[in-house]
């Protein structure tokens, strides 16, 4: 075992870790942050999804090691200072952007990697950025258009066609 320390959510945080670990355990059993969900384990649902360096990563593809004094943003840190809901959290709330609530954690944490690149992205952008996260309700058009007023633009009335 090895100790590692990396910033998460803005705190400084420590734990051991095997040099197999994944990222996705070390931050769930280790920092005992449950927010990052594993849907598959084999980097193909999304739902581990959070941000390392300020990039979109999931997090069942790294191993713990290679995040020694990172900056890591998980779920948990998504929302305001105040802890209410963010712009984007809110927006999935508004817009029922989640059913059974799974894949929710993944598809913020890449949603709003996407916003922090480009603030306005179209619903094809949207669409295209998402294509890695995975949701097994189906709920994909009340996620794009939770993206959508998030970046404070008008959102579609009806389903609207994908690409
Ligand atoms: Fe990491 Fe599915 S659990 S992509």
């Known amino acids: 075992m090895t100790k590692l320390t990396m910033t998460v959510n803005g705190r400084k945080m420590s734990g051991d870790a095997e040099g197999r670990t994944l990222l996705s355990d070390f931050l769930r059993q280790e920092?005992?942050?449950t927010g990052t969900h594993v849907g598959c384990d084999t980097s193909q649902c999304g739902a581990c999804t959070v941000h390392v360096?300020?990039?979109?990563?999931k997090s069942c593809a790294v191993l713990a090691m290679e995040c020694e004094g990172a900056e890591v943003t998980t779920i948990e840190g998504m929302a305001n200072k105040d802890g209410s809901l963010s712009v984007l959290q809110q927006a999935f709330q508004d817009h029922h952007g989640l059913q059974c609530?799974?894949?929710t954690p993944g598809m913020v944490m890449s949603a709003s990697a996407l916003l922090k690149d480009?603030?306005?992205p179209?619903?094809?952008?949207?669409?295209?950025?998402?294509?890695?996260?995975?949701?097994?309700c189906t709920g994909?058009?009340?996620?794009?258009k939770a993206v959508l007023a998030a970046s404070g633009q008008p959102v579609p009335e009806g389903v609207t066609a994908t690409e």
């Open 122 to 136: 179209s619903e094809a952008e949207i669409r295209h950025h998402l294509e890695g996260n995975i949701c097994r």
């Open 31 to 33: 920092l005992e942050l």
């Open 101 to 103: 609530g799974f894949c």
């Open 53 to 57: 360096d300020g990039l979109a990563v």
């Open 118 to 120: 480009n603030p306005r």
């Open 140 to 144: 994909y058009h009340n996620i794009v």
